[in-house]
């Protein structure tokens, strides 16, 4: 038995190695598809699992407020509530209420630098529900205001060191006293702290405002939907009331493993969604790979035909033909494995920065190769077995001729690899141009040559910066104004009245900002319709924007009330928000009107001084006072941020497009090569009957085009059908490219040329005399 398994072995390194062209395309294409497909499973592993190591984190869930009006949720409660929850429903296991925030922490007030860092503000239910254990010190802090707990990683940070008991820290104006150093949790949650803080009884029963997450953990029998619904048709106390009418908002629960990627994705870097369509086209590519080396597996049969008759002359059975291809594909699968791990080595540490993931990623990747190796051996057995079967029944057979059929086995593999190829590149083309629309959009106002200074610093130098970027060449103004991107703040306006509201309709809440000419023409806002405020503490008029008048169902608003204001002007809409999230009803009113905002320092500058202005910035933060903040952000850096998932995908999908692009010219040029060899005394004797070099070089180039056209009248539809769906997300979107189908369908002919040229070429080249003898 091992005597055999060692000539299968040397029978396929030697087949592997005649055939080195074909053989290097198999083993690329698959180590590509399975690292694509590795890599995106263990990253949906990791964004699947957050908070999954907590006691009964099947269990445990977020709670979630929403109002009936226009479908607003809310993860902020008040901090009463969970104990009212605990109380009223057998259900509850444990309860909890917490404060969530990334807070900025100094060593002393004095100190130059400050560290961010995750802190949460509960009491004993939190410790208690999360089993939060203390390493060292006493639980004081839980009541002490003056008092406050450090993870051990948080420790580190701060101080280098766990021996932190007794030391200060500096935040918000007031200095804690570390009397507790607790365990963490890591970054792999959704709340990963570093600082934790008490919270005395009056500040718990306060409910002027809800600012609080919940957690529950439910008993294992509960029926999470009837609870549900008990808590709705209850007269809880402390649930949040709508605006609008006083009724009680609706509560709904969140499985906190889930929350990742639903009340919390905009955390992340990438859409679970696109980290997904990464995995699927990982399995696309080595779905693409077995095509290509099962088409050239067929190929090789054919060429071996008198190899295998041989074979089954001396006595091979059909299984000993099938263990032969089998170590074939061994040998291909095991290189792919070693190949695909350099590849993993190679790309781990910026993959690892891209998803999060912290640690090591070898084990999960390995184990999963693994895996992949011995589905995809198990897969391909049955097709390997069926192809020796049948090309060892002809053998047998000589006298059977068997005529190829107008579309074998090579040609629909030929036709997929063309296919897959032609709808990635379509749907990354497609996605490139979306972007670029995005970019270069009008999105209501400029957003060229604009930027926000943040400066923590006293007054004094503040107005000192600004006297100092008023001097640069470069910069046309400096104001204070609302910053509109990035967004600091925002406000909201409730209008239950206006001119026309028709009896059946809701109140609505309008986005507030108390601005006014000033404001507009810094940002470019243009009107379509009446004036802008004349004087910016207007408190009777307002502008609108496009979004509001249709809300509010108004064909011609000029002049007609909205609550107490009277419109004297409507502005095009504009976008200071994702690109998928549409435009809010706005109103501009005066700065003395019952909405209030902080006003930013905005600077107007040329926008090719871009780097100038940073630097600049830069320069004054390292010379003015020591440990004040003092950074500039642009418009467009902002806006930017909004496609920072598309961005990632865009890059994911270039890997895709060009390992599928990769696969297929090798694939190709592989297959050229085979049928260029198995069909030699064809090309010979067509040349004997006066065919040229040029017209079978043609046959050949018809042949290719026709199954390309084949593919990409396939490829193209399902293609427009994903990116249809996918541009719907958006509130702005480019016309349809046409013509990217055609550049499409031009580039991959130029590219089956190129493939196909010089084998054709040198095999039409050849002298049909030496060819037909050597046959």
Known sequence: MNMMFLHYLKSAVRSLMKYKVQTTASVIGLALGFVCFVLSAVWVRYEQTFDSFHRGADRMYLLRSSSFWENQTSLSHHFPLAEELKRTFPEVEDAAAYWYWEISVKLSEDAAEDVNLGCIRSDSLFVRMFDVRLVRGSWSFLNVPEEAALTEEGARRLFGTTDVLGRTIYYAGNTYRISAVLTGWGQHTNFPFSIMLGMDQDEKNKSSYPDYYISLRLTSETDTAALVAQMNNSSLKYKQTNWWDGSKCALSLEPLTHCRYTEFQDRQSVSIFYIRLFSALGLVLIVLALVNFFSMLVSRMHLRRRELALRIACGSSRGGLTGLFLSELLLILSGAVLLGMVLVEAVEKPFCMLSGIEGSIRLPVAVCFLLLAIITFLMTWGIIAFYCNRIASRQLQPAVVVRPGRFSFQKICLGVQFGICALVLFCLSFLLLQLRHLTRTDIGFERDGRAMVECDGSESLNERIIHELRRQPYVQEVKKLYSLLP????????????????????????????????????????????????????????VINETAVRRMNMSDPIGKKVGRWTIVGVVRDFHVSAPTVPVEPTIILGFNGPVHLGRET????????????????????????????????TVREAYEEYLRSERTLQ???????????????????AHVSLVCEQRRKEIAIRKVNGATAAGIFRSFLKEYFVLLLVACVIAFPLGSVAMQNWVERYVERMAWPWWLYAAILVGLALFVVLCIGRSVWRAARENPAEVIKSE
């Open 487 to 542: 967004q600091k703040s925002s406000g909201s306006l409730a209008v239950n009245t206006w001119d026309g509201k028709l009896d059946d309709a809701y109140s609505i809440a309008l986005n507030a900002i108390p601005e006014g000419q000033e404001f507009m023409n810094f940002y470019g806002l243009r009107l379509i319709a009446g004036n802008t405020l004349i004087t910016q503490d207007d408190t009777i008029s307002a």
């Open 602 to 633: 905005l600077v107007r500058f040329d926008e090719s001084d871009t780097d100038r202005l940073k630097h600049f910035v830069d320069s004054l933060a390292q010379s003015e006072e020591p440990g004040v903040f003092l950074k500039i952000t």
């Open 651 to 669: 890059k994911l999908l270039t890997v895709v497009a060009v390992a599928c692009v990769l696969i297929t010219l090798i694939g190709v040029f």
